[in-house]
Every structure is written in structure tokens, then in C-alpha cells.
């Protein structure tokens, strides 16, 4: 379970260095989450598995969506409908 927890974890974080445009190159990636830079393409493929437009953009040296997608783990309150 816990090493659910920390794939998670990294992939929320992927998720948001992509958003701010901001990961840099795999190796760059890499030293930023602590981790090696085939466990960085481990988990970019399971995004991608997961059906996350990813790309990587050579000219800005940095992971992309391709489209605009947003990723959430984890639990929420949901609002209640009126008729509920």
C-alpha cells in the first residue's frame, strides 16, 4: 500500500511540475523528485497508461500535455444536489 501511496504522490507532483512547465529534462526531473531517471519514465509511461496526453517538448527541454487534462487522488467532499 505504501508504495501506492508514494506512486501517487509522484505522479500528483509530475502532474503539477507539468502544469507550471516546469520539469526540465528526464534527468533534470529526476534529481528534483529524488528518484532515478528510469523510474521517471516508469512513471510516465503509467501515466500515459492512464491516458495522460504527455509529451516531451524538445525545444522548451520540458514534459507537456498535449491537451488540457487535470488529475486528482485522493478523496473529496462532493456538494449535494438540491433533489438528493
Do not use: C
Amino acid at each position: 500500500m505504501k508504495i501506492l501511496i508514494q506512486t501517487m504522490q509522484l505522479i500528483q507532483r509530475i502532474d503539477q511540475l507539468i502544469h507550471l512547465q516546469a520539469t526540465g529534462t528526464p534527468d533534470q526531473l529526476a534529481s528534483r523528485l529524488g528518484i532515478s531517471r528510469t523510474k521517471v519514465y516508469r512513471i510516465i509511461k503509467f501515466m500515459k497508461d492512464l491516458d495522460a496526453p504527455i509529451l516531451y517538448d524538445l525545444h522548451s527541454q520540458n514534459f507537456i500535455y498535449a491537451e488540457a487534462v487535470g488529475f486528482r487522488f485522493g478523496f473529496y467532499q462532493n456538494e449535494l444536489q438540491s433533489d438528493e
